[in-house]
């Protein structure tokens, strides 16, 4: 089975200061792996994904990840942290052996983001 | 639609009463999920579609709970019987297969009195 843990349910950084959400996977087939950020009262929206191509992905909104897989892990990372980036960010892992979420997604209990001005 | 579309955004219900969830997905999109996401549970997976079949329904959390999609489109979440427990956001989303990324709706919240 599948699944994905997510350290820290808060974290908080300056405006400007880079960000560092971590997210570790535990996957029994090659995974796929998907950030997501939720603003206040509206759904998911995709970030980014990772589907065994390159390592280093990058996503909208300046954000990047990089899978490790020695350390099964897939952290999200932005340089510079703007205002607008305080939101709820989840990981996940494509449920089945299927591959890309096709048969669902298992995600991460999720971290809430917070910039301090 | 240009995106996946929910109804209602917000319903409260009776204890013991039933209700009907509906997801609109994007047009083509041939695949179709439900979430519940929930203060103490988080996200969970519910039911996914491709097409008009569910090939997995072991998600549902209890036999309260049933799903349908017709023509390859809409779909309705039926849950019997409320429960205060099923209190949360169904959250539907569509997408184009495997490796498409999903769609997500705007949720549901749903609340039971």
């Known amino acids: 089975a599948q699944s994905v843990t997510q350290l820290g349910s808060h974290v908080s950084v300056s405006e400007g200061a880079l960000v560092l959400l971590r997210c570790n996977y535990s996957s029994s087939v090659p995974p796929y792996l998907f950030w997501y950020v939720q603003y206040p009262n509206q759904g998911l929206q995709l970030l980014l994904k990772y589907t065994s191509a390159a390592t280093l992905v990058k996503g909208i909104n300046g954000f990047e990840a990089e899978f490790k897989k020695s350390e099964t892990s897939f952290h999200l990372t932005k340089p510079s942290a703007h205002m607008s980036d305080a939101a709820e960010y989840f990981c996940?892992?494509?449920?089945?052996?299927?591959?890309?979420?096709?048969?669902?997604?298992?995600f991460g209990k999720g971290t809430h983001l917070i910039i301090q001005p | 639609g240009a995106g996946v579309s929910q109804s209602p955004s917000n319903k409260v219900t009776e204890k013991g009463k039933d209700v009907e969830l509906r997801c609109d997905p994007i047009?083509?999109?041939?695949?179709l999920y439900w979430y519940r996401q929930s203060l103490g549970q988080g996200l969970e997976f519910l039911i996914y579609?491709?097409?008009?079949?569910?090939?997995?329904k072991s998600g549902l959390p209890s036999d309260r709970f049933s799903a349908e999609r017709t023509g390859g489109s809409v779909s309705t979440l039926t849950i019997q019987r409320t429960q205060q427990e099923d209190s949360a956001v169904y959250l539907c989303?569509?997408?184009?297969?495997?490796?498409?990324?999903?769609?997500f709706g705007s949720g549901t919240r749903l609340t039971v009195v």
């Open positions: 989303a569509s997408s184009l297969g495997a490796g498409g990324g999903y769609t």
């Open positions: 579609f491709q097409g008009n079949s569910a090939p997995d």
């Open positions: 047009s083509g999109h041939t695949a």
């Open positions: 996940a892992v494509s449920r089945g052996r299927s591959g890309g979420g096709a048969d669902g997604l298992t």
